[in-house]
C-alpha cells in the first residue's frame, strides 16, 4: 500500500525556521517525483517544491526560492523540506505527494493532477 504521512508543522514567529517531514511507505521515494504543494483555505492548491533523487533535480516555486530546501533521506524513506526565513505569506497546509519520475524529467512538477499519492496536510502557522 502506497502511503505519505507528513508532520512537522507549527506555530513560528516571522522570520523562524521549521522541518516538515513526509514518511513514504509502499514504495521506494528516491525513484520517484516527490513533491510539496500548499494551500490556504478557500485557494488554489500551489507548488512549493519537488525532487527526483535518482536524477538530482531539484524544483522551486518562486516565491520559496533561497529560503526552502527539498531533500530526501534515502535511509529512513523520507521526504524533508527545511523552511527557513518564514513569513506570514507561508501560512498555509503542507502536503507531500507522489508521482512518477518522468512528471520531474519533464519539469511538470507544478501540476497537481500529475500526482496520485497524497499525504494528509500539516500545517504551518507563521505569526507575531
Known amino acids: 500500500q502506497l502511503q505519505l504521512v507528513g508532520s512537522g508543522g507549527g506555530s513560528v514567529q516571522p522570520g523562524g525556521s521549521l522541518r516538515l517531514s513526509c514518511a513514504a511507505s509502499g514504495f521506494a521515494a528516491e525513484e520517484n517525483c516527490m513533491v510539496w504543494f500548499r494551500q490556504v483555505p478557500g485557494k488554489k492548491r500551489e507548488e512549493v517544491a519537488a525532487?527526483?533523487?535518482?536524477?538530482?533535480?531539484?524544483f522551486y516555486a518562486d516565491p520559496v526560492k533561497g529560503r526552502f530546501t527539498v531533500s530526501l533521506d534515502n535511509w529512513q524513506n523520507v521526504l524533508i523540506l527545511k523552511m527557513n526565513n518564514l513569513k506570514v505569506k507561508d501560512n498555509a497546509i503542507y502536503y507531500c505527494a507522489r508521482g512518477p519520475e518522468l512528471v520531474c524529467t519533464v519539469g511538470s512538477w507544478w501540476v497537481e493532477s500529475n500526482f496520485a499519492t497524497w499525504g494528509q496536510g500539516t500545517e504551518v502557522t507563521v505569526s507575531s
Open positions: 525532487l527526483y533523487q535518482r536524477g538530482r533535480t531539484t
